[in-house]
């Protein structure tokens, strides 16, 4: 089972839009679901009936309503989880009153691609979670999405956005997969999802494009005319004004260069972070992440650029800021496959380097409690014994 559990993005502001929409959610499920058993089968189960959307029979009304409704807790947890991690990031970007609007529409467009095909009555928010989805693709394609695997054993890893809305959450859940199993797919209303998959991403960058959601360079536009500029595809070109016509005055589609984007200069730092690591300056990233810690010292990038900066950190020996990096990375991703491994390299720092043996010590007994190599975990052992005797020492010289 995989299953996203949280993003790279830190939203500046409280998404307050998304947060009143969970809570109608989760609100008018314990009104129609889980009061007592003669509410549910009585007025209840009437609600429901009313205001979950009959395709066979549907009233305007029902486009907004089913929206809410739920057929279990499983049904509403599920897409409550992908509301608050898809949704927060894109209600930050949008404002919480369009973000709402955007929702409730992409949900009723999901509701209409759904009656043209169907003939069922159909209840839940995925349509209109489906739109956020794709809107966060549109908005944020380079972001990470941490991935929870329950299998036998469970371990979490990082997959880009891209990847991972397009070709597991789109082409495998909701196209390939439903070819495999029939039973399945009659209970789930998978035009729906893709109904509000198109409208999401559509109008997200139609926005982006006249630029009505604010923009950066590493939404898909901004990316899609990188991609552009190195293969030399051709821009649009102006139309031609006939002889005698009245002169207007006419604008290419993408004249305006990305560099005119307004950026903060935290935005401005962490993208010159990214862009040094691509093209193999390390030096200059290290830099660009010391002055970005300088305007906002709780500033953390992506993981693997993060654990990058940390590495080069510590081998320019400027172990401090290297032992700090490591543990912004641990503070902001402690699920990490290799969060263990960190800690024993920011315990044997500590000890080695800093001379901070409580600190080395807290992180040496965290990392054995996860650390499978017997070589990692002898010298983490190690290590923990000599720092621990440190501050025994230092102790008894105090007295």
């Given at each position: 089972?995989?299953?996203?559990?949280?993003?790279?993005?830190?939203t500046p502001r409280l998404p307050i839009g998304n947060y009143a929409?969970?809570?109608?959610?989760?609100?008018?499920?314990?009104?129609?679901?889980?009061?007592?058993?003669?509410?549910?089968?009585?007025?209840?189960?009437?609600?429901?009936?009313y205001f979950a959307l009959d395709a066979a029979r549907p009233s305007?009304?029902?486009?907004?309503?089913?929206?809410?409704?739920?057929?279990?807790?499983?049904?509403?947890?599920?897409?409550?989880?992908?509301?608050?991690?898809?949704?927060?990031?894109?209600?930050?970007?949008?404002?919480?009153?369009?973000?709402?609007?955007?929702?409730?529409?992409?949900?009723?467009?999901?509701?209409?691609?759904?009656?043209?095909?169907?003939?069922?009555?159909?209840?839940?928010?995925?349509?209109?979670?489906?739109?956020?989805?794709?809107?966060?693709?549109?908005?944020?394609?380079?972001?990470?999405?941490?991935?929870?695997?329950?299998?036998?054993?469970?371990?979490?890893?990082?997959?880009?956005?891209?990847?991972?809305?397009?070709?597991?959450?789109?082409?495998?859940?909701?196209?390939?997969?439903?070819?495999?199993?029939?039973?399945?797919?009659?209970?789930?209303?998978?035009?729906?999802?893709?109904?509000?998959?198109?409208?999401?991403?559509?109008?997200?960058?139609?926005?982006?494009?006249?630029?009505?959601?604010?923009?950066?360079?590493?939404?898909?536009?901004?990316?899609?005319?990188?991609?552009?500029?190195?293969?030399?595809?051709?821009?649009?070109?102006?139309?031609?004004?006939?002889?005698?016509?009245?002169?207007?005055?006419?604008?290419?589609?993408?004249?305006?260069?990305?560099?005119?984007?307004?950026?903060?200069?935290?935005?401005?730092?962490?993208?010159?972070?990214?862009?040094?690591?691509?093209?193999?300056?390390?030096?200059?990233?290290?830099?660009?992440?010391?002055?970005?810690?300088?305007?906002?010292?709780?500033?953390?990038?992506?993981?693997?650029?993060?654990?990058?900066?940390?590495?080069?950190?510590?081998?320019?020996?400027?172990?401090?800021?290297?032992?700090?990096?490591?543990?912004?990375?641990?503070?902001?991703?402690?699920?990490?496959?290799?969060?263990?491994?960190?800690?024993?390299?920011?315990g044997l720092i500590c000890s080695r380097y800093l001379q901070q043996?409580?600190?080395?010590?807290?992180?040496?007994?965290?990392?054995?409690?996860?650390?499978?190599?017997?070589?990692?975990?002898?010298?983490?052992?190690?290590?923990?014994?000599?720092?621990?005797?440190?501050?025994?020492?230092?102790?008894?010289?105090?007295?």
């Amino acid at each position: 089972m995989l299953i996203p559990i949280g993003t790279d993005i830190r939203t500046p502001r409280l998404p307050i839009g998304n947060y009143a929409l969970i809570a109608v959610n989760v609100l008018v499920f314990v009104f129609t679901d889980l009061l007592g058993d003669s509410f549910r089968e009585g007025l209840g189960g009437w609600l429901k009936a009313y205001f979950a959307l009959d395709a066979a029979r549907p009233s305007l009304h029902q486009y907004l309503t089913y929206q809410f409704l739920h057929g279990g807790i499983l049904h509403l947890a599920g897409n409550m989880l992908f509301l608050w991690i898809f949704g927060n990031a894109v209600c930050d970007r949008m404002g919480s009153g369009s973000y709402v609007l955007f929702y409730l529409a992409g949900g009723v467009f999901a509701g209409f691609a759904f009656t043209l095909i169907a003939d069922n009555p159909m209840v839940g928010a995925s349509g209109a979670i489906a739109a956020v989805t794709t809107a966060f693709l549109a908005l944020f394609p380079r972001v990470h999405i941490t991935i929870l695997v329950w299998v036998f054993f469970i371990f979490t890893f990082q997959v880009p956005a891209m990847i991972l809305i397009t070709f597991k959450i789109i082409l495998w859940d909701n196209i390939i997969a439903p070819s495999f199993d029939h039973t399945a797919a009659s209970n789930v209303a998978y035009s729906a999802h893709l109904g509000g998959y198109a409208f999401g991403f559509g109008v997200s960058l139609g926005l982006l494009a006249i630029r009505a959601l604010p923009r950066n360079q590493f939404d898909m536009v901004a990316l899609w005319s990188r991609v552009g500029r190195q293969h030399g595809w051709p821009r649009p070109r102006a139309a031609v004004r006939p002889i005698g016509a009245r002169p207007i005055v006419v604008e290419e589609l993408d004249s305006r260069p990305l560099e005119a984007v307004e950026l903060t200069p935290v935005e401005q730092l962490r993208e010159e972070i990214a862009a040094r690591l691509a093209d193999r300056e390390p030096q200059a990233a290290v830099a660009a992440y010391l002055r970005l810690l300088e305007l906002d010292n709780n500033q953390v990038l992506s993981s693997s650029q993060q654990i990058e900066v940390a590495n080069h950190l510590a081998q320019s020996r400027r172990y401090r800021e290297a032992a700090a990096a490591y543990e912004a990375f641990l503070g902001a991703y402690p699920g990490a496959g290799d969060a263990a491994e960190v800690r024993l390299f920011v315990g044997l720092i500590c000890s080695r380097y800093l001379q901070q043996y409580e600190r080395s010590v807290s992180h040496l007994r965290e990392a054995l409690e996860d650390l499978k190599l017997d070589a990692q975990r002898t010298l983490a052992e190690v290590e923990l014994r000599q720092a621990e005797a440190r501050i025994l020492g230092h102790d008894s010289g105090d007295n």
